[in-house]
């Protein structure tokens, strides 16, 4: 895994506040049983979060939010930051507060780190196998009300976001034109309702395909096409629209998919089965 430097805004907290407070009160509800048996109140530790295999981390703030609304005083010491590739056995995180609040906060803060650095580790694969010769989006395969966490990780590997959601962007696909009448009729109401918004249309065929060069549009998907067919269609272009490319994308492919020539490759598997980094939380007393 490539270990390059990824230009990252961080996330404002206020997108991610009430998000930890639902998911500290889905786990806590009125106390830790066993915690508030076991670990005297005044008691104060040190925890480190420490990654067990190669990563890219993502999601260290959200973490540390976990621990600041159980207590806050505590003191946060990121090691290292979201968009850092990461070697097994690394320290990233440190804290010192509240025992009680470690042990209560230890598994939501490791829920966030875990998902969202393990949807970053994918990404920076996708990335370092495109040898910088097609953009990597990922799509709306998002976690129901965590999108804006999962694509912040997507960014965190060096991706690039597509549309936020329904709202920000027009992509007429295969159910618009079936209810519209065609793809003419579906991009023509598509301007008329929005001017001047880019508009995507998806093409399942190199016939769809050539009816959205024919609409003139800002960018065509080509959904689950063959890599000849791809090839065509973007010798077909000849720069007036950008080709993106979707379905069947898988890392062994996605050297063949950059030689095609089109500009984007959108893949949901960057979110949608991005398996869990191992990260453990060690606490001990002071």
Known sequence: MASHLVRLEPLARELYRETVRRALNEDVRDGDITTDATVPPAQQARGVFVVKSDCVIAGLDVAFEAFRQLDPHVRVAPLRHDGDACRAGEEIGDLVGSARALLIGERTALNFLQRLS???????????????????LDTRKTTP????LEKYAVRAGGGTNHRAGLFDAVLIKENHIHLAGGVRQAVERCRAHSPGVPIEVEAETLGEFEEALAAD????????????D???????????????ISGSVTLERLPELAATGADFVSIGALTHSAPAVDISFEIEPL
Do not use: Q
């Open 118 to 136: 393990g949807i970053a580790t994918r990404a920076r694969r996708f990335v370092d196998a495109s040898g910088g010769r097609i953009t990597i």
């Open 145 to 148: 009300t965590l999108r804006v």
């Open 217 to 228: 549009v800002d960018v065509i998907l080509l959904d689950n096409m063959s890599t000849t």
């Open 230 to 244: 791809i090839r065509r269609a973007v010798a077909r272009t000849r720069g007036r629209t950008k080709i993106e």
